[in-house]
């Protein structure tokens, strides 16, 4: 098995692979053309961690994440902002119960990030994050296994890859979240992950949060 960075021609096997294993997860309720942008503005966006373990020619398992978060997501508002949105009216305005869990968890929030996007683009700005002098924190916020090979390895090499690719990029701790009804959470206290409790998402969803210090 080897992990490598997903490549254009890995997107398609790794959007079927997200919607099969975390067929429950919100963003998948918008389908496969949603999916896919979502995809490649990760796999084209500065900051970003979009891994694929193969085993062969067969994807076997995807992690998504961030070195450098901050980056990362005002890249890809940038590029595929309006691509995304558009994909999700477009998946939204075919399913209404999606339209209205949209409106009432998310809507107001992205609505003023499409916003600051015109506005920053109206100004011809490239808006900077304050930095903070503080720890360098990095994200994983997605890591799946296609159930075949699960139990095999395959997400832990994920996880490795990630570590070894934020240490390159002098990220000091990454940061996660998992809700807390899923089986993954063992998964992150067998690799060493240190638990941080619970929290509410801003759209209203549990999670427990976890750390990982890199030395
Ligand atoms: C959670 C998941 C990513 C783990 O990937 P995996 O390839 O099956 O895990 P690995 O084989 O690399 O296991 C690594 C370690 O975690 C442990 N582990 C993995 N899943 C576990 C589980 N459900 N319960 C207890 N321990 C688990 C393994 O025992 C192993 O420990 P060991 O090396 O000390 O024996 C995978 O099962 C999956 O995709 N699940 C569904 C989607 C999901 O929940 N994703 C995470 C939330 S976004």
Request: zero cysteines.
């Amino acid at each position: 098995m080897k992990v490598d960075a997903l490549s254009v021609a890995d997107l398609d096997p790794a959007v079927a692979l997200h919607l099969e294993v975390l067929d429950m997860e919100f963003l998948s309720r918008f389908g496969p053309r949603f999916m896919r942008a979502y995809y490649r503005a990760w796999e084209s966006s500065t900051g970003a961690l979009a891994l694929g373990a193969f085993e062969g020619d067969q994807l076997a398992g995807v992690l998504l994440g961030a070195t450098d978060p901050a980056a990362h997501v005002r890249a890809m508002v940038r590029a595929h902002g309006a691509r995304l949105a558009l994909h999700m009216l477009g998946a939204a305005l075919t399913h209404p119960a999606l339209a209205r869990d949209l409106v009432t968890t998310r809507a107001l929030r992205y609505a003023r990030g499409l916003g600051r996007l015109v506005a920053t683009r109206l100004r011809r700005a490239t808006p900077t994050a304050p930095s903070t002098g503080g720890p360098r924190v990095g994200e994983i916020t997605h890591v799946l296994v296609d159930s075949r090979y699960q139990g095999r390895g395959v997400g832990r090499a994920l996880i490795d890859a990630a570590i070894d690719a934020s240490r390159a990029a002098n990220v000091d701790e990454l940061v996660l979240v998992t809700p807390p009804d899923l089986a993954a959470r063992h998964f992150y206290d067998a690799l060493g992950w240190t638990a941080e409790g619970s929290m509410t998402s801003r759209s209203g969803e549990a999670f427990l949060r976890y750390r990982y210090r890199l030395g």
